[in-house]
């Protein structure tokens, strides 16, 4: 009889270890896939950038200079090396674009061109899918982590060493203030 | 109540609701067969119940995305319009936002503005929308909508209000059948001795009520989990695009247009950001409208929704 008790027992606890650590692994595999989908908007951004560029050029007569910059960062972007400058010329990137984006809100004349507001369009739709991809990234590590330190789960972490996933930051500080538009003509 | 704490609240509450309701169904369903058949023991009654309710479904089940899709005459989205372009984008952020895949996207020509989504899990999804929609909101409003349906499929409430329907259809087949079968009671299994005989006899009166008031009650329950889904899936939504009152403005926007969308039948109502019967439905209150709304007041959405953004 308590052979059997402690053979139950026995089962049940091998049970509860097998979910939980399935579901660890689990979890740890979408975070891994949520941090690798942010790299798959980046590229999107990088290959979408020159014909958008190419596309209003006309129109934007004016604008060259920041048409230039937009170029420029971009190509930084593809060539930077290693996860701290890939992360910086992003940043670098995104605040050319939202110099274009900002200047294009400005001019009546420039929105009502068919071709401006596509590019328009698309380029909020291209910052945001970065930032939801981010987003989305951040709150599938957070449930990783927190099932990693929730009882009784976490004696299971512990034991097969999961690691706590870090969240996508600002490395730079100056992401965090204001952005300045310059909406000279140049 | 912040955005973290109506999710938990609303899940919580709907398995409550559910597992109330299949307490109920299971009091009747065995109630059947103790007093009509074979005993509780073996439930026949409550099993054929069941697997009509469950093939009736089945054609819902598999089929029903593209039935209702047709019924409505939804069609493609045209992409060199700029503002089906617009909803096609902000549905695809929403995909990346939510970790599901994007769903099939179509567009109703209707002049009032409403969405619904369908299908059975997140590979097998539509989404709807009216023209009157894309025309009446804005960027950020179009995207709260979007959230909002794409909520639904990633809680799995179409599956949810399937089972629920499905367990609505065992209960007024069970009742049916015992009120047909009302007359004809003339077997009873156990009970020998006066005790034994009264007991049964409260019994069989209380089981009876229930019966005579189990189809009113299920749709009662059943709207109840429908209005919880659509609290869970605003705030679902909310989670997505971290903005709350996008969805609330977007709301005021669409209530504030008196028509209803005659496109869409009442059937799929429950599938809807705002029901489709107009805005009589939408903004009335007290207890009896409540009831058997498919959907909460759009006030009460709001006030919910204006909580999350901490503005009350």
């Known amino acids: 009889m308590l052979l059997l008790i402690i053979l139950v027992l026995g089962l049940v606890t091998a049970l509860w270890v097998m979910l939980s650590y399935n579901s660890l692994i689990s979890l740890k595999n979408q975070t891994l896939n949520g941090w690798k989908q942010i790299d798959v908007q980046l590229k999107r951004r990088h290959d979408l950038i020159p014909n958008l560029v190419e596309s209003v050029k006309g129109v934007m007569k004016f604008e060259q200079t920041t048409l230039t910059q937009v170029i420029e960062a971009r190509n930084k972007a593809i060539s930077a090396q290693g996860i701290a400058e890939k992360a910086a010329q992003e940043n670098v990137l995104s605040g050319a674009l939202r110099q274009l984006f900002a200047l294009v809100e400005n001019y009546p004349n420039l929105k009502s061109n068919e071709n401006v507001a596509k590019l328009q369009e698309e380029l909020v739709t291209t910052e945001n899918r970065i930032g939801f991809a981010r987003q989305f990234y951040n709150d599938i590590a957070t449930q990783f982590n927190i099932a990693q330190q929730r009882f009784p789960t976490n004696i299971v972490a512990k034991t097969f060493r999961f690691k706590i996933s870090e969240l996508f930051e600002i490395t730079d500080a100056k992401d965090r203030e204001v952005p300045k538009v310059d909406l000279n003509l140049k | ?312």
């Not at chain 2, 994007?102 to 619904?116: G, H, L, Q």
């Not at chain 2, 059975?120 to 999804?125: I, Y």
Request: aromatic share 8%.
């Open chain 2, 1 to 312: 109540m912040n955005i973290y704490g109506q999710i938990t609240t609303n899940r919580r509450s709907t398995w409550l609701v559910v597992i109330i309701f299949v307490i109920f169904f299971l009091f009747i369903g065995f109630g059947f067969d103790y007093f009509y058949g074979a005993g509780y023991k073996a439930p026949i009654f409550t099993a054929i119940a069941i697997i009509l309710a469950t093939v009736a479904s089945l054609g819902s089940y598999l089929y029903g995305d593209k039935f209702i899709l047709s019924s409505t005459h939804a069609v493609g989205l045209d992409l060199n319009d700029p503002k089906e372009a617009q909803w096609r984008n902000v549905i695809e952020e929403m995909s990346i936002a939510a970790g599901i895949p994007v769903p099939r996207t179509y567009v109703i020509d209707d002049p009032d503005p409403n969405a619904f989504a369908t299908g059975r899990d997140p590979k097998h999804a539509s989404i709807a929308v009216t023209k009157g929609l894309l025309d009446t909101l804005d960027r950020d409003e179009l995207q709260a909508v979007a959230a909002h349906e794409m909520s639904h499929i990633k809680n799995f409430d179409i599956r949810l209000m399937l089972m629920v329907a499905v367990m609505v259809g065992s209960v007024a087949l069970l009742a049916d059948w015992a009120s047909r079968g009302l007359f004809r009671r003339d077997r009873r299994s156990g009970g020998s001795g006066k005790g034994e005989g009264a007991i049964a006899l409260v019994a069989l009166v209380i089981w009876l009520i229930a019966v005579m008031l189990a189809p009113i009650l299920s749709q009662i329950i059943a709207m109840l989990v429908s209005r919880k889904r659509e609290y869970l899936a605003d705030a679902s939504g909310a989670e997505l695009t971290r903005n709350p009152m996008a969805l609330a403005s977007a709301l005021k926007k669409i209530s504030s247009r008196v028509e209803p969308t005659r496109s869409i039948s009442q059937g799929t109502a429950h599938l809807c950001i705002i029901d489709p019967k107009g805005v009589s439905v939408n903004s009335k209150e007290g207890r009896v409208a409540d009831l058997f709304a498919t959907h909460p007041p759009i006030r009460k959405r709001v006030e919910a929704l204006e909580q999350m953004a901490y503005i009350k």
